[in-house]
């Protein structure tokens, strides 16, 4: 491993973005049932080619996020192995160095404007300066939320430098959901040659067939399990809320070409 590698390791492990995280155990099984059951916000989007067990999307979670694979163990934390990670960002590194040096069509979006919005800002202003096209779409469309919390307040699409989030009036949310991103692929002319999201817009456009680049916490597998059926996604496995800043050296590394 170079020093850089070892260097970035070393700070995922500290800032608890990947190693021991804070998401509870049992939440990660919850939420794999869930996403078995075809849960809206659990599914992300996404239409599994196979029927899936519980026990099948948690194999799939130790081997492509470092979660334990054992159901019996509901108590404490969960982990993510930092390896897993440094090796899908260097897939991400490899993608998006292309993407710029080709000029293609990058869409950025991500349902987390708390925590991973710094990255694709960062992956934005990246590629703009590399010569690559970061679509901007200016969407007249707007979603009621499927939620009782916020009835009757609808939803939009709103670009922050190159990055489009869920918002309403002025508030930037979280969401799961795919519809927003299916409302972007929509009204683009021709698909992107890439996205980048997470959440329910990286679901969406992998289902869609588009090449994306994903990051997902391990209480979200549904991104995970569709790289393991072999969907165009490259998913890396992270920590997606922890503060900001401490995804700097994460960004500095994956836009370092």
Known sequence: MTPDLTALREHLVASRIAGDVATPRAENIRNAGRMVEGRVKYDFGLVPRRAWTTD??????????GTLADLTVRDGADTIDPDLTLAQLERWRGRLAGAAAAGERVLLATGHPTGILVVHLRVAAALRAAGADVLVVDLPWSWEWPEPWGAGRPRHVRAVNGVHVL????????????????????????????????????????????????MADCNDPALFVAEEEGKPIVTVPLDDNVPPHLYDPLSDHVTRW
């Open 167 to 214: 918002a309403s009036g002025g508030e930037l949310l979280h969401t799961h959901e795919p519809e927003p991103m299916q409302a972007l692929l929509a009204a683009l002319e021709q698909p992107p040659d890439l996205v980048v999201a997470d959440h329910g817009w990286a679901g969406a456009a992998a289902e869609a067939g588009i090449d994306t680049l994903g």
């Open 56 to 65: 099948g999307v948690m194999a799939v979670m130790a081997r492509r996020c």
